[in-house]
């Protein structure tokens, strides 16, 4: 069975500074990688995600994150943060051998962001 | 296009009772899953329909069931309700083909077990 762990819990930041995210997700296989971002009140949202190809992904609000086959890991970095970022980010894992959809999510990463 | 839409949004249930959530999902979509989130657990997966068949299916016991309908609409019934329940249940849709897993999540139906 696949498992996903995000490293960090909380991260409290200054807006402009730099993030990065960590997740890493055990299975040997193939796996479609994503990152979802969930806003205080609102749904998940989908940030971005891999399938295959250049593992460097771009997403949306200037996110992108890198698939390190080798350290089974997709961590999400943003070069400068701002306040609108403030949310709770989740890391999740569809391994090919599924018929269809079935993530598995990491922990969550709650994130704020001091104007 | 609609987002996925999720009824009720909020539910108070008593322990022992049963409940049946309801999930519409964005139009053309065929699969619909279907999770649990708890501050405790996270988000865990407990079904997947797609064409009116469970695809998949994770590791909730069987007072969790699911069902889906002909125009790709879905529910998930809980029976017989323990405190342990009490969770946010998200809905999610896709297009369900191989060539993409992107998942649309609805808002969730809150349901708490008293």
């Known amino acids: 069975a696949q498992s996903v762990s995000q490293h960090n819990h909380h991260v409290i930041l200054s807006e402009a500074a730099s993030l990065e995210l960590g997740c890493n997700y055990s299975?040997?296989?193939?796996?479609?990688l994503f990152w979802y971002v969930q806003y205080p009140g609102q749904h998940l949202q989908l940030l971005l995600k891999y399938f295959s190809g250049d593992p460097l992904v771009k997403g949306i609000k200037g996110f992108e994150a890198e698939f390190i086959k080798s350290k089974f890991s997709f961590n999400l970095r943003k070069p400068s943060v701002q306040w609108s970022d403030t949310a709770e980010y989740f890391c999740?894992?569809?391994?090919?051998?599924?018929?269809?959809?079935?993530?598995?999510f990491g922990g969550g990463t709650r994130l704020m962001v001091k104007p | 296009k609609a987002g996925v839409t999720q009824t009720p949004r909020y539910l108070i249930k008593t322990r022992g009772q049963q409940v049946t959530l309801s999930c519409s999902p964005i139009?053309?979509?065929?699969?619909v899953s279907w999770y649990q989130q708890t501050p405790g657990q996270g988000l865990q997966f407990l079904f997947e329909y797609f064409s009116e068949t469970q695809r998949n299916k994770g590791n909730f016991p069987g007072r969790f069931s699911g069902r889906q309908f002909s125009n790709s609409r879905s529910e998930m019934n809980v029976s017989t309700l323990e405190l342990g329940d009490s969770a946010l249940y998200l809905c999610a849709s896709s297009s369900g083909t191989r060539s993409t897993y992107e998942q649309y999540f609805g808002p969730g139906t809150r349901l708490t077990v008293t």
């Open positions: 139009s053309g979509h065929r699969s």
């Open positions: 299975y040997g296989g193939t796996v479609n």
């Open positions: 999740a894992v569809n391994a090919q051998y599924n018929a269809g959809n079935m993530l598995t």
